[in-house]
């Protein structure tokens, strides 16, 4: 079945230091989405990235859609503690659309002011 | 505010007994729901698609006479885990999707605040 792949699993950062997380799917994807989970909470939606080559910022972090629509990445300008937390990507196969969304493993993120 | 309300948040229940958990869309109808489990420090694994008023959809080696879903009105999907053991010890977390035209293919997920269940 579909498999989303994340690396790395953590990462611990210098307040100010960038940051960046990987995403890989097994298959192509209709859309892939962002979610940040803050510690004891719930995963909260970021972005959806839906065309080949996209990329999308929102201030510090920029998204982006691989061309083939099977990779992603999240990057993150001069890290803030505000930033700590896990990181997931999500998706569907291009060919089950609409169906439920597949989670990456996450990366974890811890920010040392 | 809230979009997606879980109840209870926290549970503590012997093993062998019954706990059922709910997962409220607040302002919006949500003829699907989705059921995901996480462990400690790991991803979110689905567990079940709840559809409103037909059978639930089982993820592989998801036990469905275990983990029993109802969804029989458009805001109200619950999950009831049965004859629970101290495995079953897990986060359990429910979300929806708030039909958008501003999204295409999946709308984004809106996720309770889950739940922590504890089985002694």
């Known amino acids: 079945g579909q498999q989303v792949m994340q690396i790395p699993q953590y990462q611990h950062v210098q307040e100010g230091e960038d940051f960046t997380t990987y995403c890989n799917s097994s298959t192509t994807l209709s859309n892939i989405q962002w979610y940040k989970q803050r510690p004891g909470g719930h995963p909260v939606f970021l972005i959806q990235l839906v065309k080949s080559g996209e990329v999308k910022k929102q201030k510090r972090l920029t998204f982006q859609f691989g061309e083939a629509k099977k990779n992603s990445s999240l990057h993150i300008t001069a890290t803030q503690t505000t930033d700590v937390g896990t990181y997931f990507c999500a998706g569907t196969s291009e060919n089950q659309a609409g169906t439920a969304l597949i989670f990456g493993k996450g990366t974890t993120l811890s920010v040392s002011s | 505010g809230a979009v997606v309300s879980q109840h209870p948040s926290r549970v503590i229940c012997k093993s062998g007994t019954s706990v059922k958990i709910e997962c409220r869309s607040l302002?919006?109808?949500?003829?699907?729901m989705f059921w995901y489990r996480q462990f400690p420090k790991q991803s979110l694994m689905l567990m079940a698609t709840?559809?409103?008023?037909?059978?639930?959809?089982?993820e592989q080696g998801v036990e469905k006479d275990k983990f029993l879903i109802n969804h029989a009105s458009l805001t109200l999907s619950t999950l009831t885990v049965t004859s629970a053991h101290p495995e079953d010890s897990s986060f359990y977390i429910c979300s929806a999707s708030r039909p958008s035209k501003e999204f295409s293919y999946n709308s984004p997920l809106h996720f309770g605040n889950g739940t922590r269940l504890t089985v002694t």
């Open positions: 302002d919006f109808q949500a003829t699907t």
């Open positions: 709840s559809n409103e008023g037909s059978k639930a959809t089982y």
